[in-house]
């Protein structure tokens, strides 16, 4: 499988309604407490946006809406892998991307096979309160290295500014959130990730 170099994070499709336009080609639709209802309305929505634009998309966490729903790709925490049914997401042909965080959750990852591992903190993170120290560049090397021909995404405080580095430290593709959502001009800063990270895109 390869990943897109740039994989942001939105919380609502509003964002894709906005920015999918601009060339994303891969992100990943993560909502938090919302009812079920809300939760399909809005994955039904990111689904025919992405199919619309040609962007991969990936949902987070429910993984019952996105079998539910025919999506492509589930991206899993290492807790929302104690429910989830990992034969049946399989069995659907679902690709799944999984969270981790040491090298327990690492061995505990790849003994699903999965489609890609996410590697994080890579840097200080002001989007959730983490038990982890920022893992750093070193790690994302010392990953990738371990993981071999499976893509390695780094996530956790990555702006655009550091993308270069976590890449050309062995990441296949970096996760962003706050350096578009909180940013004065999120569209321009798109464009800019798109273009910071073409160097680095495989065809």
């Given at each position: 499988m390869k990943l897109d170099p740039f994989y942001p994070i939105f919380d609502h499709s509003r964002w894709l309604?906005?920015?999918l336009p601009l060339g994303i080609k891969l992100l990943q639709l993560r909502?938090?407490?919302?009812?079920?209802?809300e939760l399909r309305t809005e994955i039904q929505t990111a689904k025919s946006l992405c199919a619309r634009f040609g962007c991969q998309l990936?949902?987070?966490?429910y993984w019952q809406l996105a079998l539910d729903l025919g999506c492509d790709f589930?991206?899993?925490?290492?807790?929302?892998?104690?429910a989830a049914d990992v034969p049946a997401i399989k069995a659907a042909g679902i690709g799944i991307g999984i969270s981790t965080h040491s090298d327990a959750e690492l061995e505990r990852a790849l003994s699903l096979t999965p489609d890609y591992v996410a590697l994080g903190p890579v840097y200080p993170t002001i989007l959730k309160k983490m038990p982890w120290a920022p893992q750093g560049l070193g790690e994302v090397g010392r990953w990738k290295k371990r993981i071999g021909n499976i893509p390695l995404v780094g996530i956790g405080g990555i702006d655009l500014e550091r993308a270069q580095g976590v890449l050309r430290a062995g990441a296949d593709s970096v996760s962003v959130v706050t350096d578009i959502t909180l940013n004065a001009d999120p569209e321009a800063r798109v464009r800019h990730w798109i273009a910071s990270t073409s160097a680095y895109r495989k065809t």
């Open positions: 309604a906005a920015l909502i938090k407490d919302q009812p079920d209802c990936v949902i987070n966490d589930i991206h899993l925490g290492q807790a929302d892998l104690e």
